[in-house]
């Protein structure tokens, strides 16, 4: 029965539940009877979104309530990608059928340039404390020297370390619901 306009939708966000800093929430979208015709629930924690479950009346499916539900849930959160997790066959179809646009990660890729910078000037210090090592006669007065270079060795390697760390956390890019 989609005689309805999805215009004719209010959205309504509650409060479900909280607990170790986890928010449980449910985005109500209410026809113009003050129905709720469809609802996602859904979780905010550590500045992560997750949606737990969609669901859609049967009389309002096809007609575009899941697609304004999730459309006002990205408009909550305009710069977080939100975390579908596993669809069902009628999820996944939902969410192919979605507007998307994706946005580069900037803060990922100035990591991922910086460690490139960083594994240049390691390899540049490895290749001269190489040439410490392999010297046949060994110039004590380069000492301070090479242990400056073996100090720098273990400053770029923690760094490289860091941001490697920092990448697994992180993605190249967003995708996020128009």
Do not use: C
């Amino acid at each position: 029965m989609n005689w309805y306009k999805q215009s004719q939708l209010t959205m309504t966000n509650e409060v479900t539940d909280s607990h170790s800093g986890q928010l449980d929430m449910r985005l109500n979208a209410v026809g113009p009877t003050g129905q709720t015709v469809g609802y996602i629930d859904y979780s905010e924690f550590r500045g992560e979104i997750h949606i737990k479950y969609i669901e859609v009346l049967p009389d309002y499916r096809r007609g575009g309530v899941g697609t304004k539900l999730m459309q006002a849930l990205q408009q909550e959160y305009p710069n977080k990608e939100i975390n579908t997790g596993m669809l069902t066959e009628e999820g996944s179809q939902l969410y192919q059928s979605l507007p998307k646009q994706t946005i580069e990660n900037k803060p990922y890729e100035l990591l991922l340039n910086e460690k490139k910078e960083k594994s240049k000037r390691l390899q540049i210090v490895e290749n001269k404390l190489d040439e410490f090592y392999s010297a046949k006669e060994k110039d004590e007065s380069r000492q301070p020297e090479f242990l400056a270079l073996g100090d720098e060795w273990n400053e770029i390697y923690d760094r490289i370390r860091d941001i490697d760390s920092e990448l697994s956390e992180m993605t190249p890019s967003q995708t996020l619901i128009s």
